[in-house]
């Protein structure tokens, strides 16, 4: 049986007008935040859409709570313990007024997705919470001009990456539905590319925030620094991000095997999905990598042409 039919008993007491109300909060918050995504759910069949919508949410208020500012690392870390500790007693049948806690309890039986993928959720963005242990003058953390690699190697960040992208994708195909279970491992090297392509994208954005996701060793193999993004010179990282750039085209392949693996009628929405971010890091390319003067992204027009073929696909099949 598919993966996204094998449904758990609904728990009794919530109105379903109270769960409409939820689902249409989950909706707002995906249309007004998922530049990318809500495209591609909006060809899904209404209950996966709404089941991925309040996922989304839930991701969303975790990526909230760890930006949030005035607050200090610690403080975000307790925040973001709290609201993971407040989705585990709702999954597990408290009664809550949150609608993205009720909607995403609801999606969590009806779909079966594991909470310990909703965990790694967070605890992926946990990982942007880290205090760096480098001493500077004596004292805790980074001086404020200095900019550090946050993984040393390839292999670190793919960790990173598997936590903030890899397991959307495992989220993602349980709505989906697939039979196979090669689709898992696909779907891990697929969310790798869209974050790496995202990693490209949002340089710039990211050290300005003293987020450094290219890795270390990546640098010094172009004789970089992490420093040195405070006044990057395009032509500098030019030869990285194109290498990062042929990495991601290396796992945009694994999506290539994982769209049949769907549900028929999810495989439009994933083929949507995938299309949007490869032609976003081919337009990066196009753009000779200049990512440091404006932030790269497709026009509406070329997400709704993306959006079309889409359910001309569905209605298709």
């Not at 008993?9 to 249309?31: F, G, W």
């Not at 975790?62 to 989705?87: Q, T, V």
């Not at 963005?125 to 550090?148: K, V």
């Not at 420093?227 to 750039?245: G, I, W």
Request: net charge positive.
């Amino acid at each position: 049986m598919s993966a996204s039919v094998q449904q758990a008993p609904v728990q009794p007491a919530v109105p379903a007008s109270q769960l409409a109300v939820a689902y249409s909060v989950c909706r707002t918050i995906t249309r007004r935040s998922a530049k990318n995504f809500y495209y591609a759910f909006l060809v899904l069949p209404r209950r996966k859409r709404s089941a991925l919508c309040a996922v989304y949410a839930f991701m969303r208020r975790c990526d909230d709570i760890a930006d949030e500012p005035g607050l200090s690392l610690r403080e975000r870390r307790l925040k973001l313990a709290d609201w993971l500790d407040a989705m585990h007693r709702v999954v597990t049948g408290e009664q809550t007024d949150d609608p993205v806690l009720l909607a995403l309890s609801d999606a969590h039986r009806r779909f079966k997705i594991p909470v310990e993928l909703l965990d790694q959720l967070a605890f992926g963005t946990a990982m942007d919470l880290q205090e760096s242990t480098t001493p500077i003058d004596g004292t805790r953390g980074l001086a404020a001009n200095e900019l550090t690699a946050r993984y040393k190697t390839f292999d670190d960040l793919y960790q990173y990456c598997y936590r903030v992208a890899s397991v959307v994708g495992l989220v993602c195909i349980r709505v989906f539905g697939y039979r196979k279970p090669e689709a898992e491992p696909l779907a891990e090297r697929c969310g790798l590319a869209f974050q790496l392509t995202n990693i490209i994208r949002d340089v710039k954005e990211d050290a300005a925030m003293k987020r450094v996701y290219l890795p270390d060793e990546d640098l010094a193999k172009f004789g970089l620094s992490a420093t040195e993004l405070r006044n990057p010179q395009s032509a500098r990282f030019r030869p990285l991000l194109a290498m990062e750039a042929e990495r991601a085209r290396e796992y945009y392949r694994s999506a290539d095997e994982l769209i049949p693996l769907m549900d028929h009628d999810s495989q439009p929405a994933l083929w949507v999905l995938v299309t949007i971010y490869r032609q976003l890091l081919e337009k990066i390319a196009a753009k000779q990598y200049e990512v440091f003067d404006e932030k790269i992204s497709l026009t509406t027009r070329e997400k709704l042409k993306v959006l079309f073929n889409g359910f001309l696909k569905r209605l298709a099949g």
